[in-house]
């Protein structure tokens, strides 16, 4: 079975308040950085999943974040992509 | 006792500088900290600026990075405690960085450690090998460099039992002369016997003894 390489994003809903983001934002406009209009804080996981296909692969991770609640849908926003592919089950990229 | 948002650690701090050292102390908020003030800086530890990013990363971008470093260009002793060794590695000014455990965990516990090769204002009373016991409390402690024959080119201060993964168990490293000191330790909180739990002694004089003496006679 081929190996995919998922990158999964985990933040806080649009609507929640991120301190971190706003505050790591607020002091880099500070610095110089003034074209900075937001910033988002939140955590990301690399994941290298067994899957039939790229499309299965994301839906595997976006089932994985959801039941074990890494990603909590109450409070945040999930975001899965495909790093990289490889038909020969061996994991490149990044 | 240079203050950040979320330093949490500068009371006691001050303290052990007065009742140890028995020098003044002042706790200056960051935006304030004029260097020409001062003898000696102290960054406390805490949880600057919430550990954003990293810890120490957001403090390490504030002006009072500019006094320090211009403090140290003109020979003033800085120590970081903790938070404040995360910051002075953040701005570069003392070398590698500062990585989560490797256990994961936070640790709050009491060990010992080694003083190799001490010198500088803040070590000047120690002996080679010295063993002394402190506290740590810290995620984020897990040193890493490069280069450690650069870092051994200083006074360091090394872990007998590693408790975080730090490479070559090292607790507080130094720049070259010794006049800039940082460690994960918090020598404030083993500053009296009455600190120190069954086993351990309050190592932590050793630090607030030699920055007396170094300010009072040279080093």
């Known amino acids: 079975m081929p190996v995919y390489r998922v990158l999964m994003v985990v933040t806080n809903k649009e609507a929640a308040r991120d301190p971190e983001g706003e505050t790591l934002a607020h002091e880099l406009r500070k610095q110089g950085y003034s074209y900075i209009v937001s910033l988002r804080a939140g955590k990301s996981y690399i994941v290298d999943i067994e899957a039939a296909s790229a499309e299965k692969a994301i839906l595997l991770v976006k089932e994985l974040a959801s039941r074990s ?13 495909l790093l990289a592919e490889n038909s ?3 994991v490149s990229g990044d | 006792m240079v203050k950040y948002p979320g330093t949490n650690c500068e009371e006691e701090t001050a303290f052990a500088v007065k009742q140890v050292a028995g020098l003044e102390s002042s706790i200056v908020w960051h935006t304030e900290l004029h260097w020409r003030l001062w003898d000696a800086i102290i960054i406390p530890g805490g949880f600057s600026y919430g550990d954003y990013g990293r810890a120490g990363l957001i403090a390490s971008w504030t002006k009072s990075i500019d006094e320090i470093r211009e403090a140290i260009d003109n020979g003033t002793p800085v120590l970081g405690i903790c938070n404040g060794f995360q910051v002075l590695v953040e701005a570069g000014i003392l070398p590698g960085a500062l990585l989560a455990n490797s256990n994961g965990s936070f640790i709050a516990r009491w060990l010992w450690l080694r003083i190799r090769r001490p010198r500088g204002p803040w070590l000047s009373v120690a002996t080679e090998s010295q063993l002394v016991s402190m506290p740590i409390a810290h995620a984020e402690g897990r040193y890493y460099v490069n280069n450690l024959d650069e870092v051994r080119q200083g006074p360091w201060i090394e872990y007998l039992e590693n408790p975080n993964g730090s490479i070559a168990n090292l607790a507080g490293v130094s720049s070259h002369d010794g006049l800039v000191l940082g460690l994960m330790p918090h020598p404030e ?3 009296f016997p009455w600190q120190a739990p069954p086993g351990y002694t309050a190592g932590g004089r050793l630090i607030f003894e030699s920055i007396s003496q170094s300010l009072r006679n040279g080093w």
């Open chain 1, 88 to 90: 020969r089950g061996k």
């Open chain 1, 69 to 81: 609640r890494l990603y909590n849908p109450v409070v945040h926003d999930l975001r899965v992509l």
């Open chain 2, 189 to 191: 909180r083993a500053a």
